[in-house]
């Protein structure tokens, strides 16, 4: 059997590859675009979210409301806070809650002004909100945050 030759030599060093300048290549961009954010940012919206388990206490305890597909509970808080706001959905798969959630989100964003400050929100839907129209669901949202007192 034969056996190849390899050299132990390792070759010489090649010349480096040769990039071309920003302002040699018209296509290429002429500015530094310079490094990416280093965490996230925060959201624009005013909105904040409901997260400590004395208002969801509070919340399961107030009387329901309903006005078409959506459903409306309210908790009166410190007035000199915002409004916050909670979502629940029920029936359906991952994807048919995560669209109401997300339908019932943007219907609640078009009448953030009405809600009261220091106010807490949990608006509620169920199948029949993902398939509504959304200037019915705009509506009933709406019809609830003006209609409903904080605290009712």
Do not use: C, K, W
């Not at 302002?23 to 940012?41: F, I, K, M, V």
């Not at 399961?60 to 409004?83: C, F, I, S, Y």
């Not at 002004?113 to 169920?126: H, I, Q």
Request: hydrophobic content about 40%; charged content about 20%.
């Amino acid at each position: 059997m034969r056996e190849a030759h390899v050299p132990a030599q390792h070759p010489q060093a090649q010349e480096d590859p040769r990039f071309s300048y920003p302002h040699a290549e018209p296509r290429r961009p002429r500015r530094h675009h310079g490094p990416a954010a280093a965490r996230p940012q925060p959201s624009v919206g005013l909105i904040r979210r409901i997260r400590d388990r004395a208002t969801f206490a509070a919340l399961t305890r107030a009387p329901r409301h309903r006005q078409g597909p959506v459903t409306l509970r309210v908790v009166v808080g410190d007035a000199g806070a915002p409004a916050r706001v909670a979502y629940t959905t029920t029936g359906g798969n991952a994807v048919a809650r995560n669209r109401v959630r997300r339908r019932l989100r943007a219907a609640v964003a078009a009448h953030e002004s009405t809600l009261v400050p220091g106010g807490a929100y949990l608006f509620g839907g169920g199948p029949r909100a993902g398939t509504a129209p959304f200037p019915i669901l705009v509506e009933a949202v709406g019809r609830l945050a003006r209609e409903i007192p904080a605290g009712a």
